[in-house]
C-alpha cells in the first residue's frame, strides 16, 4: 500500500533548519526558524517555567487523565491572558490543544463540519502552515492582500477591498500580533474596520495568535483580538503558548470560540470536546499545568511577564541597531521598516538570488521569501547582516 502514497512538499522552515546545521562555517548566522535565541544563541527554559516544573513536580499525585477538552482551570487562565474580559464567560468554549498548529487545526475542522462550504481568507502572504492544513482537509481558501512589497508595512487599502468580497459565512484568518512571515501588523483602527467590514458581511473571523508579548507587551498585542472577539457575535481564537512560555516541544494551546448565546456555546463545547476525542483523546497537560500554575500564582506571573518584557525589549533594540547600521551604510531610510515591525519576524524583501547570495557568501540563513527571525541576530552578528544586505544589492 505504501507504494501508493505521493511525495509531498518539504516544509521549507524545517528544511532550512537541517541545512543550516550541515554548514560548517563558524560564522553562520541563523536567522530560519521562528524560535527565540539570547544573546548566546540558546532558547532558555524561563525562568518561571522552571519553578513552576519544580513545585508541579513536587505537589504532583497523579497522571490520571484530566477532561477531553484539558482542565478547565488551563482554559480558564489562558483565556484570560488572551481576551481580558473582553467575553463572558458563559459564552466562551474552550479546549485545550497540542499546540497553536493543533488549535488552528481544530477550528477549521469546526469550520468544517458547521459550514463545509465556507471560504477562508488567508493574508498574503502567511504562515505556511495555514494553506497546508486547510488543503489537507479539502477545504476552499483564497488570499487576501496584506503586504505591500514596497513600502514593507500593510497594504490595508488592498486588504479591505479584497474582504469586500467576503461572503456570508466565510472564514477570514487573521493574525493576532507579530504577524508571520512579514512583521507588518494592523494598528488598532485598523482592526476596528476589519471588525466592522466583517461584521457587515457576517464572516467569522479565525484569528491565530502566536506571539502575544512579542510586539507591543501583553495587553497590546491582545488588543485586535478582544476587540474582534467582543463585538462579532462568533469568533475562533487558537492560541499559542510555544513562543510567550518557551514551551515549544511541550505543545501547549487553546482554541476559543466565542459563541452568540449560552446555548450556541454548550453545543459548540461539546463539538470541541468530540473533535479532541476523534483526534487524539485528551490533549496534553504538562505545558498547559504550567501555564496554568503561572498565571494563576502572582510571583510566578510577574516574574514571566518581566522576562517576557526582558525578551520583548532586547528584540526591538535589535530591530534598532539594525535599522540604525543598515541607515550608515545606505545613506537612506530604505529599512526604517526594520525598527517599525514587531515580534520576531521581518520580512526583508529581498529576491531569492539575493537570499541564496547571503547563505553562500555570508552564511548568514533566512527563509527564501526574505522572512528574517530578529531574535537570531546579536550585538556581533548585526553588522555582518547589514554588510551582507547591502553587499548582496538589497
Ligand atoms: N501560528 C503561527 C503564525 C506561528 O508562527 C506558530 C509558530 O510556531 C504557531 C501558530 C503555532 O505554533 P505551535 O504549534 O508550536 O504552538
Ligand atoms: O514560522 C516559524 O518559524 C515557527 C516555527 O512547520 C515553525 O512558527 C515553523 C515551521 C513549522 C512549525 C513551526
Not at 482554559?75 to 473582553?86: K, M, P
Not at 478582544?226 to 516541544?249: D, H, M, Q, W
Request: hydrophobic share 45%.
Amino acid at each position: 500500500m505504501f507504494e501508493h502514497l505521493k511525495d509531498l512538499p518539504a516544509d521549507k522552515i524545517i528544511a532550512l533548519m537541517a541545512e543550516y546545521r550541515a554548514d560548517p562555517r563558524d560564522n553562520k548566522v541563523d536567522l530560519g526558524v521562528g524560535v527565540y535565541k539570547d544573546a548566546s544563541g540558546n532558547t532558555p527554559v524561563m525562568r518561571a517555567v522552571k519553578k513552576a516544573e519544580k513545585q508541579l513536580w513536587e505537589a504532583e499525585t497523579t497522571k490520571t487523565y484530566t477532561a477531553l477538552a484539558g482542565d478547565p482551570a488551563f482554559g480558564r487562565a489562558l483565556s484570560g491572558l488572551v481576551l481580558g474580559d473582553a467575553v463572558e464567560e458563559d459564552l466562551l468554549a474552550l479546549a485545550a490543544q497540542p499546540g497553536g498548529t493543533g488549535a488552528i487545526h481544530q477550528a477549521l475542522e469546526l469550520i468544517q463540519m458547521a459550514t463545509p462550504e465556507a471560504t477562508v481568507w488567508l493574508s498574503a502572504p502567511t504562515w505556511p502552515n495555514h494553506p497546508s492544513i486547510i488543503r489537507h482537509l479539502g477545504m476552499k481558501m483564497t488570499e487576501y492582500r496584506y503586504f505591500d512589497n514596497e513600502t514593507r508595512a500593510v497594504d490595508f487599502a488592498g486588504m479591505m477591498e479584497d474582504l469586500q468580497k467576503v461572503k456570508a459565512g466565510d472564514v477570514v484568518l487573521l493574525h493576532g500580533a507579530c504577524h508571520n512571515p512579514t512583521g507588518a501588523n494592523l494598528t488598532l483602527p485598523q482592526w476596528d474596520e476589519v471588525a466592522t467590514l466583517l461584521e457587515t458581511k457576517a464572516a467569522v473571523p479565525l484569528i491565530d495568535i502566536a506571539y502575544q508579548g512579542f510586539g507591543d507587551g501583553l495587553e497590546a498585542d491582545a488588543a485586535g483580538t478582544r476587540l474582534v472577539a467582543a463585538r462579532l457575535p462568533e469568533t475562533l481564537i487558537a492560541a499559542s503558548c510555544s513562543k510567550n512560555f518557551g514551551l515549544y516541544r511541550e505543545r501547549t494551546g487553546l482554541l476559543m470560540a466565542v459563541a452568540p448565546n449560552a446555548k450556541s456555546k454548550a453545543l459548540t463545547q461539546a463539538t470541541l470536546a468530540h473533535l479532541n476525542r476523534q483526534n487524539f483523546s485528551f490533549p496534553p497537560d504538562h505545558g498547559a499545568r504550567l501555564v496554568q500554575m503561572i498565571l494563576d500564582d502572582p510571583e510566578l506571573r510577574a516574574d514571566w511577564a518581566a522576562e517576557l518584557e526582558e525578551v520583548r525589549t532586547g528584540m526591538l533594540g535589535l530591530r534598532t541597531r539594525l535599522a540604525d547600521a543598515l541607515r550608515a551604510r545606505t545613506g537612506s531610510d530604505r529599512f526604517g521598516f526594520i525598527a517599525e515591525h514587531r515580534g520576531m519576524f521581518s520580512r526583508l524583501g529581498a529576491t531569492p538570488e539575493q537570499v541564496a547570495y547571503m547563505r553562500d557568501k555570508h552564511a548568514i540563513y533566512m527563509v527564501g521569501d526574505s522572512r528574517m527571525n530578529i531574535a537570531g541576530l546579536n550585538e556581533n552578528t548585526i553588522d555582518l547582516l547589514a554588510d551582507a544586505i547591502v553587499d548582496a544589492g538589497v
